[in-house]
């Protein structure tokens, strides 16, 4: 079954930076283009880009534009996310997600657990 | 861009139904047939209900349905349950290739 497994909790303080891992397993890493979103407290979720782990190429939402980078090993079946230069609006759970068919960039259907970035000085 | 507008509470009574809208524009929800809608219980990651305007992935109750009309899309539960209490977002695929999340509603089953 399919199975997506994100790194621990995270603390940073303002203008650090934060990497939040996503370890796939279950399908052919490669066939499924991922997703990353967050949501804040209370708030929907907020796009945020897509990577294809497949060839590596990335599509980011324009708010994140210079800050994010996403990435995939494909060795190790594992995308990441890093934002740089956190603020306090970036306190938030970051989820990554699968879309639902093979070469499709969307809907997304399987989600990982999510993980908690605070950020707090 | 924008988040797609959405009722901020939705209520109802076991057994009614009720319907949730979904309002963007021609770039995202009315000009494409790529509209998913979202359930999401308090801590939990957000389940698909809802893809391609109208399709129900399996394992999903057929008292969910979607459809629509111009720049606004909607989804209906019917039979309403005391499980369908969470919130629900819908999203669009968008002109500008990215995505785009409804502001949420809060179902309430009274």
């Known amino acids: 079954q399919v199975q997506l497994v994100q790194s621990g909790a995270e603390v940073k303080k303002p203008g650090a930076s934060v990497k939040v891992s996503c370890k796939a397993s279950g399908y052919t890493f490669t066939s499924y283009y991922m997703h990353w979103v967050r949501q804040a407290p209370g708030q929907g979720p907020e796009w945020m880009g897509i990577?294809?782990?497949?060839?590596?190429?990335?599509s980011y939402a324009q708010k994140f534009q210079g800050r994010v980078t996403m990435t995939r090993d494909t060795s190790t079946s594992t995308v990441y996310m890093e934002l740089r230069n956190l603020r306090s609006e970036d306190t938030a759970v970051y989820y990554c997600?699968?879309?639902?068919?093979?070469?499709?960039?969307?809907?997304?259907?399987?989600w990982g657990q999510g993980t908690l970035v605070t950020v707090s000085s | 861009q924008s988040a797609l507008t959405q009722p901020a509470s939705v209520s109802g009574s076991p057994g009614q139904s009720i319907t949730i809208s979904c309002t963007g524009t021609?770039?995202?929800?009315?000009?494409?047939?790529?509209v998913s809608w979202y359930q999401q219980h308090p801590g939990k990651a957000p389940k698909l209900m809802i893809y391609d305007v109208s399709n129900r992935p399996s394992g999903v109750s057929n008292r969910f349905s979607a459809s629509k009309s111009g720049n606004t899309a909607s989804l209906t539960i019917s039979g309403l349950q005391a499980e369908d209490e969470a919130d629900y977002y819908c999203s669009s695929y968008t002109s500008s290739s990215t995505l785009v999340f409804g502001t949420g509603t809060k179902v309430t089953v009274l």
């Open positions: 021609s770039s995202d929800v009315g000009g494409y047939n790529y």
């Open positions: 990577i294809n782990p497949s060839g590596g190429s990335t």
């Open positions: 997600a699968r879309v639902r068919q093979s070469a499709h960039v969307f809907p997304v259907d399987y």
